[in-house]
């Protein structure tokens, strides 16, 4: 009977009810373009940097990441990573060498980190081929290296010139060696680009006498939404190995975005507070104007408990219009601008392109934003309820029939 009751309710007052459910509407459609915006430009500020160096995963022998040392490595044989490559969330998987040597050219000498690469496979990931400005990508040939354009400079040297590699390799071996610059790379990290040198993975492997070792296995992942689970799995599948993700390897650009997420929700909070009181107001009115109406129902015989559900049933309704509303309205918006992203433009679009990222704002589409925003916005309407709600609990039948609006 409440039931019933409440949908007739609603249609009594058509313009209350659409107003309360388009004040809904608006606050779930605002926070969903708000958080799909945010979320979405996180998720390809992660990627790409990801992209550029450390990947999202990567699998490194438990004393790598302290110590740095060649010494330090892990099985290159497909063997190995078979389990990551048949994981059903990872996309990528690349194997390096990465260590130090005293680089040399001329009179001049300066400490340089050396990746050592799968041409190939480097390139269809990162993309480090179009990152070349001078001379050609790596071949995979004997005695050739890519310089960042900060270390060519320093050096003073260029395609064609010759340049000194000198180490401790596997095991206190020697490792020295001479190479041909084959390119000149820009790489958008300003401190990776004044001492990167690639070259191509057997040719590392030569030179730090590791034989079939990496130093680290590179993972990507198809959903970066999965990779707390993806993460966990692979620590299970690989249980002595060491299983970090990008926030472990990039602290710095983890914090940063933590920081940036912290403002970006207080601004959501705003925007649910500025809402919230015009919801509030709303649902407040709505009890008040309809005071001689419950005094009725009371003075009749209903209980004052299911008055509140009445209410609260009719709060329901106007909820579930408010969400199917705002749903339809942001869907359409959203998806529009998944597959449409924001461009950029000015100094803000040429700063990103120095950086090696795309001048767009995308949006990001997943289940969880919405199932959230969803929640919150009801847990908004909850709150809003609970003054107007204690209003109708507290209601004068005598004031209420002779429409006042005094409570006990």
Not at 228 to 253: C, F, G, I, K
Not at 339 to 355: C, D, K, Q, V
Not at 356 to 378: C, E, H, R, T
């Amino acid at each position: 009977m409440l039931t019933k009751l409440a949908w007739r309710n609603l249609w009594r007052q058509k313009r209350r009810t659409l107003l309360t459910a388009s004040a809904l509407a608006l606050a779930l459609v605002l926070s969903l373009f708000v958080r799909s915006l945010q979320e979405g430009t996180y998720a390809s500020y992660i990627d790409n940097a990801a992209r550029f160096y450390s990947g999202l995963i990567q699998l490194q022998h438990p004393e790598f990441g302290d110590s740095q040392s060649i010494d330090d490595l892990m099985p290159g044989d497909e063997a190995f990573i078979a389990v990551a490559q048949n994981h059903p969330n990872i996309s990528n998987v690349l194997p390096r060498i990465e260590s130090f040597a005293l680089a040399a050219a001329g009179d001049k000498s300066k400490g340089a980190m050396v990746l050592g690469v799968e041409p190939q496979l480097e390139n269809q990931y990162s993309g480090i081929a179009d990152k070349v400005i001078d001379g050609r990508y790596l071949d995979g040939g004997e005695n050739q290296v890519l310089l960042g354009e900060s270390l060519a400079r320093f050096f003073e040297i260029e395609v064609g010139d010759e340049i000194v590699l000198y180490g401790q390799g596997y095991r206190g071996q020697t490792a020295a060696g001479l190479y041909k610059v084959q390119g000149i790379l820009r790489f958008p990290m300003p401190q990776l680009d004044s001492m990167l040198i690639y070259m191509p993975l057997a040719q590392a492997q030569a030179l730090y006498s590791t034989e079939n070792q990496v130093t680290n296995w590179l993972l990507h992942t198809k959903d970066l939404t999965q990779l707390a689970q993806t993460h966990s799995e692979l620590q299970s599948a690989y249980p002595n190995t060491n299983v970090r993700d990008w926030q472990d390897l990039s602290p710095e650009m983890a914090q940063q975005i933590s920081l940036d997420k912290v403002t970006g929700v207080f601004m959501i909070y705003l925007l649910y507070g500025v809402v919230g009181f015009g919801l509030f107001a709303t649902l407040l009115m709505m009890t008040l104007e309809r005071q001689r109406e419950f005094s009725v129902m009371l003075a009749t015989g209903m209980l004052r408990t299911r008055l509140l559900k009445l209410i609260g049933i009719e709060s329901l309704f106007i909820a579930g219009l408010g969400v199917l509303i705002g749903l339809a309205v942001a869907s359409p918006i959203l998806a529009y601008f998944y597959f449409n992203p924001i461009t950029m433009t000015g100094e803000n679009a040429e700063m990103m392109l120095e950086m090696g990222f795309k001048p767009v704002l995308p949006m990001q589409l997943s289940a969880d934003l919405f199932i959230n925003q969803v929640i919150i916005v009801l847990v908004l309407l909850a709150l809003c309820l609970i003054y107007p709600m204690w209003r109708a609990y507290r209601l004068n039948l005598v004031s209420g029939l002779k429409g006042g609006s005094d409570a006990n």
